[in-house]
């Protein structure tokens, strides 16, 4: 069981991975499709992720120290600062204020929140057990995993809005097809990095059923297979069905994607704690 630290930890990291993914999510949606009504929820998002930035950059140094001081002591964060801990939050906060800022800007507004969002989630590069690996192709796939998973988690809110009105199923079902098309290729790249990453980082099946690092993977497995299960429902019933129109079709497509999410923050909570208090398997 973690102590206080470790269960901080692991609640400033699902915070971190929410609030990043989300909000870049977000905003690479709606450049991509063309959405209006993306500012609220990229702000929301974003300043969460700010706000666990700082604040799992903090709670490093009071893990060094093992008491809370360690959170606001300058000698200590001025020593994190000077790792790729340091290197991450400057990415972090960089990326996350001009997602923000291009939110008030006018027409090239979008394409500065999508350049911010993509210099968070490059955050992820440095810290971390991937990142430890120092390895190109690793960091490359890495940040491929982390945009598609953005992508799929910024485009669930604004289809599930336009899915509740009846005057906008047509636009709603144009958008789910699209995003199905757009996913047959980046979900195939979403599941082959996460398998390669997760066989160089075990390295045998004993170590996936035999440690705890491998147990909690292997959770996260089963969390992402009944997720591509959902989203092979929409795709290919509640998708079409709204597109004819159907109001059942568009009820069954809201209540998919409020599970999707439900278990998108589950697999982000796996996440977080695979990232916090468990070591990877020698």
């Known amino acids: 069981m973690p102590d206080v630290w470790g269960l901080a930890t692991i609640a400033a990291k699902f915070a971190l991975y929410v609030g990043i993914l989300t909000a870049a999510g977000a905003v690479f949606a709606a450049q991509i499709f063309k959405l209006d009504q993306y500012r609220t929820s990229a702000l929301f998002f974003a300043s969460l992720g700010l706000f666990a930035s700082l604040f799992v950059f903090s709670l490093r140094g009071a893990i060094?120290?093992?008491?809370?001081?360690?959170?606001?002591?300058?000698?200590?964060?001025?020593?994190?600062?000077?790792?790729?801990?340091?290197?991450?939050?400057?990415?972090?906060?960089a990326g996350l204020c001009l997602l923000i800022a291009g939110?008030?800007?006018?027409?090239?507004?979008?394409?500065?929140?999508?350049?911010?969002?993509?210099?968070?989630?490059?955050?992820?590069?440095?810290?971390?057990?991937?990142?430890d690996r120092d390895a190109v192709l690793l960091d490359a796939l890495l940040i491929l995993?982390?945009?598609?998973?953005?992508?799929?988690?910024?485009?669930?809110?604004?289809?599930?809005?336009?899915?509740?009105?009846?005057?906008?199923?047509?636009?709603?079902?144009?958008?789910?097809?699209?995003?199905?098309?757009?996913?047959?290729?980046?979900?195939?790249?979403?599941?082959?990095?996460?398998?390669?990453?997760?066989?160089?980082?075990?390295?045998?099946?004993?170590a996936l059923i035999g440690t705890d690092y491998g147990i909690v993977l292997l959770l996260k497995v089963i969390l992402v297979a009944g997720l591509l299960m959902l989203a092979a429902l929409n795709k290919l019933r509640f998708v079409p069905a709204l597109k004819a129109g159907d109001s059942l079709g568009a009820t069954h497509l809201v209540r998919s994607i409020s599970v999707e999410w439900m278990v998108i923050l589950a697999i982000l909570a796996v996440t977080a704690t695979l990232t916090s208090t468990l070591t990877v398997p020698a």
Do not use: C
């Open 64 to 93: 060094m120290t093992g008491d809370a001081g360690g959170m606001i002591d300058p000698e200590m964060l001025g020593l994190l600062w000077s790792t790729p801990v340091g290197t991450a939050l400057i990415y972090r906060i």
């Open 103 to 131: 939110v008030f800007m006018g027409r090239i507004g979008l394409w500065v929140s999508v350049m911010g969002g993509l210099i968070a989630v490059l955050s992820f590069n440095h810290g971390g057990h991937i990142a």
């Open 145 to 206: 995993h982390l945009i598609a998973a953005a992508f799929w988690i910024g485009i669930l809110m604004p289809l599930k809005r336009l899915a509740l009105k009846t005057e906008t199923y047509v636009r709603a079902a144009e958008i789910g097809h699209q995003f199905g098309m757009i996913a047959s290729f980046t979900v195939p790249l979403l599941i082959l990095a996460g398998v390669y990453m997760g066989y160089v980082l075990l390295g045998s099946v004993s």
